[in-house]
């Protein structure tokens, strides 16, 4: 996996890249993650696939600039990093605020995406969890007691949470600007409108995927999803929370490769 940065609207920004290919993917993480949320699963799309991974502007190792983190602002984010890599026709897979922004960007770029793959997208719930409520909590308190709660939490099992996982949520929190993004962030996804609403524009094939047992967003808003787009399937992933391609990247990648090559 290469480590690489490039420069949108004068802010620098990182990604990792993986694979070599002319199909490719690009994998839009969730609120408070960074690309490196995806390194279970990108060793397995690699071998077929280019693997793109940003850390959205705000997150990560990129830069967070002073400005209102709305879902518009993302979409727009996402179209000028796919342009100034050149990407064209990507499959694109997002994760919760990962989700909703690629669903937002392929609304205004119907003819631009090849398929979709949405894992238990934000923007379709308007009132908290208690997951999500732990997980604010530890993004704005960082220390590893906190983070260990809100990720055992958003698991929805007590499985074991991968420390890495934690102490680099902890260490990106920590960073200048972190918890002001990540904020403004929270604050857009609270006044976006709500995504069901829009979702019948989409054309292009779509998969939803969910966690079964996901507390943050839970599965019981992916039917309103799935019977929104026209050309939509589901997959529920049994024992799974609300980041299946880290509690299960094997079934989650052969699940989506599985779609992509219909």
Not at 70 to 93: G, Q, R, W
Not at 127 to 134: E, I, K, M, Q
Request: charged share 20%.
């Amino acid at each position: 996996m290469n480590e690489k940065f490039i420069n949108i609207d004068e802010n620098k920004i990182r990604y990792l890249e993986s694979g070599n290919s002319d199909n490719t993917l690009v994998l839009v993480h969730g609120l408070g993650a960074s690309a490196n949320r995806w390194e279970y699963v990108i060793p397995h799309f690699k071998k077929n696939y280019r693997v793109i991974v940003p850390d959205l502007i705000g997150f990560g190792y990129s830069d967070k600039p002073l400005v209102d983190y709305t879902t518009d602002f993302f979409s727009e984010f996402l179209k000028k990093f796919l342009e100034k890599l050149n990407i064209k026709n990507p499959v694109l897979i997002g994760s919760s605020l990962g989700g909703q922004i690629i669903a937002e960007y392929t609304l205004n770029n119907n003819n631009a995406v090849k398929k979709l793959v949405l894992i238990s997208p934000s923007g379709i719930m308007k009132h908290s969890t208690p997951a999500l409520d732990a997980y604010v909590m530890a993004a704005l308190y960082p220390n590893q007691e906190a983070a260990k709660n809100a990720f055992e939490m958003m698991s929805g099992s007590s499985k074991n949470i991968d420390p890495k996982i934690v102490e680099g949520f902890v260490k990106r929190m920590r960073l200048p600007n972190a918890k002001m993004a990540f904020m403004s962030t929270l604050l857009g996804l609270k006044n976006s409108q709500i995504l069901t609403e829009k979702l019948s524009s989409i054309t292009v094939p779509t998969m939803v995927v969910w966690g079964e047992l996901d507390p943050v967003i839970p599965v019981k808003y992916a039917d309103s999803i799935v019977s929104t787009i026209k050309d939509c399937r589901f997959y529920r992933m049994d024992g799974c929370g609300h980041t299946p391609y880290v509690d299960d990247p094997e079934t989650f990648a052969k699940t989506v490769m599985e779609f992509l090559g219909k």
